[in-house]
C-alpha cells in the first residue's frame, strides 16, 4: 500500500494559479490546492532595509533594529550579523554591535503574532537559475541535481564566472542549463547587488532598499517544477512575463490568462476562497470515513487521528493502518497548506505491531520529501506519538486570513452560564431599583390626592349621618302627631304618670293600673296610662355617641392617611398598590359600622314605641 501511494504522490500533475491583483497564488495537485503563497503585509521574505540599532541585548545575544515598516522592530541574534561584525572573533554582541550602528540587512521570516521579524546580514539575491551571497563564500549545488558529472560541470563554471569575495548556489533549475543561460543569470544578479549598494549609500536608514515587485516571476522563479503543466494567471502584461521567463524551459508548459471581468474571479473558479475557508477549520474529513483535528497553540501543533465512521477493512488491524497511512498523506498537505511551523505532535491510532508502526513512519517520510520546508521526523514516543519539526516560512493561513475572537479574545471558550446569571441579576437589580425610585416620586405626588379623597369621603359620612338624624326626629314628630290625633277622634284620654323601675316592676307583676298612683277618679274607660320615657334623652345620647364614633374613626382614618403616607415612602411599587387598597378597604368598613349603629337605634326606638303602646 505505502509504494504504491508513494508513486501516485510523485507522478501527480501540478497546476500553478496566481491572482496578480490580490498577490495571492495557489499549487493544485490533481485539481486540489495543496500550497498557498501569499505576498501581503509590510515584511515580506527577501525584503532587504537599510536600518538602525536600537537595542544590543547581550543577555540574548541579540539585537533589535529600525527598519521603519511598523513599530515591530527586527530581531537578528549574534549567529546572524555575518559581514555586520565589527570585529572578527568570538565576541559578545555588544562588542560587535552598538546603537545607532546603520546595517543593512535582509528578512529572512516574516513577523508572527507580537514578534517582529527575523533579519540576517548575510544577504543572498535569488535569480533563476542560481542565488548570488555577496558577502559568501565558495560555490554550492544544489541537493536535487544527484547526476556526478552535471555537478562537477557546474561547481567548475562556479569557480570560474563568480566574483571574488562571493559566494554562489546553483538551483536545481541549473541542471542542463546552457553556460551562456547561466553566466547571463550571474550578470543580472551581479547589476542587481550594484544597484542595492548605491541606494543604501544614498539614502537615510530606515528604508526599503529592495524588493521582489513582480510577485508572479517570484512565484515562477521558486515554484516550477518537471511536474508542473499549466499556468494560469489574471493579469496580461504578468503572462508576458512568464512567456518570456520560461522560453528556455524544454518542457511545454501551458500559459493562461484568466479574465476575471468576464467570468468568475480566479480565486473563486478554481474554489482557492473555499480551500481558505475550509483551512481555518480544525477537523478534516479523510476520504474513508476517518477525520484528523488540528489545533495550533503557542508552543506547538497538535494534530489528532481518529477512525469515524471507517469500517471496510476485514479486521481492526487493516482498519487502523489504513487510516493512519491515509491520515499522514493528509498531513503532509495539510502543513503545506496552512503553512504550519514549529513543532508538531501527530497523535496516530495506536498499533500493537511494531510492524505496522515502520511502515505507517516510511509512508510519512515518503509523503513529507517533496516539502519545501524540510520537515524533520524526530521520533515515535512510547506512547505512539510521532513528533517532528518543520521550519518556519512566514505567516500562517491563520495570522494571514483569521483575526482574534472579540468574544473569548482568542482562547477558544467564554464564561460560565453561572456568572452571565450574575451579571444579568445585577442588571435587572439596578434597573429595579432605578424603577421604584421613579415610583416613589409619582408616589409622592400621588399621595395628598389620595388623602384628599378620603377627607371628602369622611365629611360626606357625616353629612349623611346629620340628615338621618334629622330624619329620624322629623319622624318621631310626625308619630306623636298622629298619636294625638287619633286620642281626640276616640275622645280618650292619655295621662302620662311618672313611675320609678321598681314601681314599674311591681306595677307589671301585680297587673295594677298605675293611674291608682294619681287617684281611683283617674280610673275610668277613657282614660289611658302613658309611662313617662326617656326617648328624647336615648336619642340626644344616641348622637352623640354616633358623633363621637364617626370623630373617632375620622381621627383614626387621618393616623391610617399619614401612616399609609410613611408605608408608601419606604415600600417598593408593588406593596403600594397593596396599600391603596387597604385604604379602600377600611373606608367600606367604616361605612358599614356607621349604617349599622343608625339601623340599630331605629330599631331601639321601634320597641320602645311599641312597648308603650
Given at each position: 500500500f505505502s509504494k504504491s501511494k508513494s508513486l501516485r504522490i510523485n507522478y501527480m500533475s501540478q497546476q500553478i494559479i496566481i491572482a496578480e491583483q490580490a498577490r495571492i497564488a495557489a499549487l493544485l495537485t490533481d485539481d486540489r490546492v495543496d500550497e498557498l503563497i501569499v505576498a501581503q503585509g509590510h515584511y515580506q521574505i527577501g525584503d532587504i532595509f537599510l536600518g538602525t540599532v536600537e537595542n544590543v541585548l547581550p543577555g540574548i545575544d541579540a539585537a533589535f533594529i529600525n527598519i521603519g515598516e511598523s513599530d515591530k522592530n527586527g530581531f537578528i541574534h549574534v549567529s546572524d550579523l555575518g559581514p555586520l561584525r565589527l570585529k572578527k572573533g568570538t565576541f559578545g554582541i555588544t562588542e560587535l554591535l552598538e546603537p545607532k550602528q546603520k546595517v543593512l540587512v535582509q528578512v529572512i521570516k516574516e513577523p508572527t503574532g507580537s514578534k517582529g521579524p527575523r533579519l540576517t546580514g548575510s544577504i543572498s539575491i535569488p535569480g533563476k537559475y542560481m542565488i548570488l551571497q555577496p558577502y559568501g563564500q565558495g560555490v554550492n549545488i544544489s541537493r536535487k541535481i544527484n547526476t556526478e558529472t552535471e555537478r562537477s560541470r557546474?561547481?567548475?563554471?562556479?569557480?570560474?564566472?563568480?566574483?571574488?569575495?562571493?559566494?554562489?548556489?546553483?538551483?536545481?533549475?541549473?541542471?542542463?542549463?546552457?553556460?551562456?543561460?547561466?553566466?547571463?543569470?550571474?550578470?543580472?544578479?551581479?547589476q542587481q547587488w550594484e544597484n542595492i549598494l548605491k541606494v543604501s549609500e544614498a539614502s537615510h536608514p530606515p528604508n526599503?532598499?529592495?524588493?521582489?515587485?513582480?510577485?508572479?516571476?517570484?512565484?515562477?522563479?521558486?515554484?516550477?517544477?518537471?511536474?508542473?503543466?499549466?499556468?494560469?494567471?489574471?493579469?496580461?502584461?504578468?503572462?508576458?512575463?512568464?512567456?518570456?521567463?520560461?522560453?528556455?524551459?524544454?518542457?511545454?508548459?501551458?500559459?493562461?490568462?484568466?479574465?476575471?471581468?468576464?467570468?468568475?474571479?480566479?480565486?473563486?473558479?478554481?474554489?482557492?476562497?473555499k480551500t481558505i475557508q475550509t483551512a481555518l477549520q480544525p477537523r478534516v474529513d479523510l476520504p474513508s470515513g476517518g477525520y484528523i483535528i488540528i489545533e495550533p497553540t503557542e508552543a506547538l501543533t497538535v494534530i489528532d487521528v481518529n477512525s469515524g465512521s471507517f469500517t471496510r477493512s476485514a479486521n481492526s488491524r487493516q482498519t487502523v493502518l489504513w487510516t493512519n497511512c491515509e491520515a499522514a498523506v493528509e498531513i503532509s498537505r495539510q502543513m503545506k497548506l496552512r503553512n504550519i511551523g514549529g513543532v508538531i505532535v501527530v497523535d496516530f491510532i495506536d498499533m500493537e505491531s511494531r510492524r505496522d508502526q515502520f511502515q505507517l513512519l516510511e509512508h510519512f517520510t515518503s509523503a513529507i520529501k517533496d516539502d519545501s520546508a524540510r520537515p524533520q521526523i524526530a521520533q515515535l514516543t512510547e506512547l505512539g506519538l510521532v513528533e517532528l519539526t518543520r521550519k518556519r516560512q512566514g505567516q500562517n493561513i491563520y495570522e494571514l486570513f483569521g483575526k482574534?475572537?472579540?468574544?473569548?479574545?482568542?482562547?477558544?471558550?467564554?464564561?460560565?452560564?453561572?456568572?452571565?446569571?450574575?451579571?444579568?441579576?445585577?442588571?435587572?437589580?439596578?434597573?429595579?431599583?432605578?424603577?421604584?425610585?421613579?415610583?416613589?416620586?409619582?408616589l409622592d405626588v400621588d399621595t395628598p390626592q389620595s388623602t384628599d379623597e378620603q377627607e371628602k369621603?369622611?365629611?360626606?359620612?357625616?353629612?349623611?349621618?346629620?340628615?338621618?338624624?334629622?330624619?329620624?326626629?322629623?319622624?318621631?314628630k310626625e308619630n306623636d302627631n298622629d298619636n294625638l290625633n287619633q286620642s281626640n277622634s276616640k275622645e280618650k284620654?292619655?295621662?302620662?304618670?311618672?313611675?320609678?323601675?321598681?314601681?314599674?316592676?311591681?306595677?307589671?307583676?301585680?297587673?295594677?293600673?298605675?293611674?291608682?298612683?294619681?287617684?281611683?277618679?283617674?280610673?275610668?274607660?277613657?282614660?289611658?296610662?302613658?309611662?313617662?320615657?326617656?326617648?328624647?334623652?336615648?336619642?340626644?345620647?344616641?348622637?352623640?355617641?354616633?358623633?363621637?364614633?364617626?370623630?373617632?374613626?375620622?381621627?383614626?382614618?387621618?393616623?391610617?392617611?399619614?401612616?399609609?403616607?410613611?408605608?408608601?415612602?419606604?415600600?417598593?411599587?408593588?406593596?403600594?398598590?397593596?396599600?391603596?387598597?387597604?385604604?379602600?378597604?377600611?373606608?367600606?368598613?367604616?361605612?358599614?359600622?356607621?349604617?349599622?349603629?343608625?339601623?340599630?337605634?331605629?330599631?331601639?326606638?321601634?320597641?320602645?314605641?311599641?312597648?308603650?303602646?
Amino acid at each position: 500500500f505505502s509504494k504504491s501511494k508513494s508513486l501516485r504522490i510523485n507522478y501527480m500533475s501540478q497546476q500553478i494559479i496566481i491572482a496578480e491583483q490580490a498577490r495571492i497564488a495557489a499549487l493544485l495537485t490533481d485539481d486540489r490546492v495543496d500550497e498557498l503563497i501569499v505576498a501581503q503585509g509590510h515584511y515580506q521574505i527577501g525584503d532587504i532595509f537599510l536600518g538602525t540599532v536600537e537595542n544590543v541585548l547581550p543577555g540574548i545575544d541579540a539585537a533589535f533594529i529600525n527598519i521603519g515598516e511598523s513599530d515591530k522592530n527586527g530581531f537578528i541574534h549574534v549567529s546572524d550579523l555575518g559581514p555586520l561584525r565589527l570585529k572578527k572573533g568570538t565576541f559578545g554582541i555588544t562588542e560587535l554591535l552598538e546603537p545607532k550602528q546603520k546595517v543593512l540587512v535582509q528578512v529572512i521570516k516574516e513577523p508572527t503574532g507580537s514578534k517582529g521579524p527575523r533579519l540576517t546580514g548575510s544577504i543572498s539575491i535569488p535569480g533563476k537559475y542560481m542565488i548570488l551571497q555577496p558577502y559568501g563564500q565558495g560555490v554550492n549545488i544544489s541537493r536535487k541535481i544527484n547526476t556526478e558529472t552535471e555537478r562537477s560541470r557546474l561547481k567548475a563554471l562556479g569557480v570560474l564566472i563568480k566574483p571574488p569575495s562571493t559566494g554562489l548556489l546553483f538551483r536545481t533549475e541549473a541542471e542542463k542549463i546552457k553556460e551562456e543561460l547561466l553566466i547571463e543569470d550571474l550578470e543580472h544578479l551581479i547589476q542587481q547587488w550594484e544597484n542595492i549598494l548605491k541606494v543604501s549609500e544614498a539614502s537615510h536608514p530606515p528604508n526599503l532598499v529592495k524588493r521582489d515587485d513582480d510577485f508572479s516571476l517570484k512565484i515562477l522563479r521558486d515554484h516550477i517544477k518537471e511536474s508542473t503543466k499549466s499556468i494560469i494567471i489574471d493579469s496580461k502584461f504578468s503572462v508576458a512575463r512568464a512567456k518570456d521567463f520560461l522560453k528556455n524551459y524544454e518542457s511545454d508548459i501551458d500559459i493562461k490568462f484568466h479574465d476575471n471581468s468576464l467570468s468568475q474571479h480566479i480565486l473563486n473558479e478554481y474554489e482557492i476562497k473555499k480551500t481558505i475557508q475550509t483551512a481555518l477549520q480544525p477537523r478534516v474529513d479523510l476520504p474513508s470515513g476517518g477525520y484528523i483535528i488540528i489545533e495550533p497553540t503557542e508552543a506547538l501543533t497538535v494534530i489528532d487521528v481518529n477512525s469515524g465512521s471507517f469500517t471496510r477493512s476485514a479486521n481492526s488491524r487493516q482498519t487502523v493502518l489504513w487510516t493512519n497511512c491515509e491520515a499522514a498523506v493528509e498531513i503532509s498537505r495539510q502543513m503545506k497548506l496552512r503553512n504550519i511551523g514549529g513543532v508538531i505532535v501527530v497523535d496516530f491510532i495506536d498499533m500493537e505491531s511494531r510492524r505496522d508502526q515502520f511502515q505507517l513512519l516510511e509512508h510519512f517520510t515518503s509523503a513529507i520529501k517533496d516539502d519545501s520546508a524540510r520537515p524533520q521526523i524526530a521520533q515515535l514516543t512510547e506512547l505512539g506519538l510521532v513528533e517532528l519539526t518543520r521550519k518556519r516560512q512566514g505567516q500562517n493561513i491563520y495570522e494571514l486570513f483569521g483575526k482574534k475572537c472579540s468574544t473569548c479574545d482568542g482562547k477558544g471558550h467564554v464564561e460560565n452560564i453561572l456568572n452571565q446569571e450574575i451579571s444579568n441579576l445585577k442588571i435587572k437589580n439596578d434597573e429595579n431599583k432605578f424603577n421604584q425610585s421613579d415610583n416613589l416620586k409619582s408616589l409622592d405626588v400621588d399621595t395628598p390626592q389620595s388623602t384628599d379623597e378620603q377627607e371628602k369621603i369622611i365629611n360626606k359620612e357625616l353629612l349623611n349621618s346629620k340628615d338621618l338624624s334629622k330624619e329620624n326626629s322629623s319622624y318621631k314628630k310626625e308619630n306623636d302627631n298622629d298619636n294625638l290625633n287619633q286620642s281626640n277622634s276616640k275622645e280618650k284620654n292619655i295621662i302620662t304618670v311618672d313611675l320609678t323601675n321598681e314601681e314599674k316592676i311591681v306595677f307589671s307583676q301585680l297587673g295594677i293600673n298605675p293611674l291608682i298612683k294619681l287617684g281611683k277618679e283617674y280610673l275610668t274607660s277613657n282614660n289611658f296610662v302613658r309611662l313617662k320615657n326617656s326617648n328624647e334623652e336615648t336619642e340626644k345620647t344616641l348622637d352623640k355617641k354616633t358623633k363621637s364614633k364617626q370623630i373617632k374613626k375620622s381621627s383614626k382614618s387621618g393616623e391610617e392617611k399619614i401612616q399609609i403616607k410613611i408605608e408608601d415612602k419606604a415600600n417598593s411599587q408593588d406593596n403600594s398598590t397593596n396599600k391603596i387598597n387597604e385604604v379602600i378597604f377600611t373606608e367600606e368598613k367604616d361605612e358599614i359600622e356607621v349604617t349599622d349603629d343608625l339601623k340599630n337605634a331605629r330599631k331601639k326606638r321601634r320597641r320602645s314605641s311599641a312597648s308603650i303602646e
